[in-house]
């Protein structure tokens, strides 16, 4: 079993910062990708924020580049999310995504989500 906990989230105000933290911890072998997906309220679907590679190469939404930058440590088997010059439009639940491969397939786990509320 597989646990990812992120920590970070908070109230900011626009043009502020935050920065998000997920940890996988458990049964862990190796790790293929760690990423940050949102839910922003109002039954809106969850969408991809930034992903990254165990080799370190990384994926954005466009709504986020420039603004955001995900990281990875992987002896720490954790992923980061440093998000800049916030946006009120930034407000969501974030999620953490691991996923870790067993054998030729692989399966993502999410942690609980951390509220991001960004006012104007």
């Known amino acids: 079993q597989v646990q990812a906990v992120e920590s970070g989230g908070g109230l900011v105000q626009a043009g502020g910062s935050l920065r998000l933290s997920c940890t996988a911890s458990?049964?862990?072998?190796?790790?293929?990708?760690m990423g940050w997906y949102r839910q922003a309220p109002g039954g809106k679907q969850r969408e991809l924020v930034a992903r990254i590679s165990s080799g370190g190469s990384a994926d954005y939404a466009d709504s986020v580049k420039g603004r955001f930058t995900i990281s990875r440590d992987n002896a720490k088997n954790t992923a980061y999310l440093q998000m800049n010059s916030l946006k009120p439009e930034d407000t969501a639940v974030y999620y953490c995504?691991?996923?870790?491969?067993?054998?030729?397939?692989?399966?993502?786990?999410w942690g609980q989500g951390t509220q991001v509320t960004v006012s104007s």
């Open positions: 458990g049964s862990i072998f190796s790790i293929n990708s």
């Open positions: 995504s691991v996923r870790v491969p067993y054998g030729t397939y692989a399966y993502d786990y």
